[in-house]
């Protein structure tokens, strides 16, 4: 059963009185719009943030390892282990 004239006219009324009209639903989607903007702008100061640490943290382990000596860090076999 197809809604009629009558129940569109009706669904319209609801809806303008809702929203407020002319020119209210542009600006509740401009805000909309601001807002999903500003959450992608923060998403990438966090990323740009995040990768200066890590770059600046590289920076720090390269020079350690340059001013100390070498290390070796190859584990040995257990002797007291025996085979079975």
Do not use: C, Y
């Amino acid at each position: 059963m197809a809604p009629s004239w009558m129940q569109l006219l009706i669904v319209l009324i609801v809806a303008l009185l809702l929203f407020g009209g002319r020119g209210r639903i542009s600006s509740i989607m401009g805000d909309m719009a601001k807002g999903v903007r500003s959450f992608r702008k923060g998403l990438n100061d966090d990323e740009e943030a995040d990768s200066e640490d890590k770059e600046k943290s590289e920076s720090k382990q390269s020079r350690h390892l340059s001013d100390d000596k070498m290390v070796n860090v190859t584990p040995e076999k257990d002797k007291s282990k025996t085979s079975s």
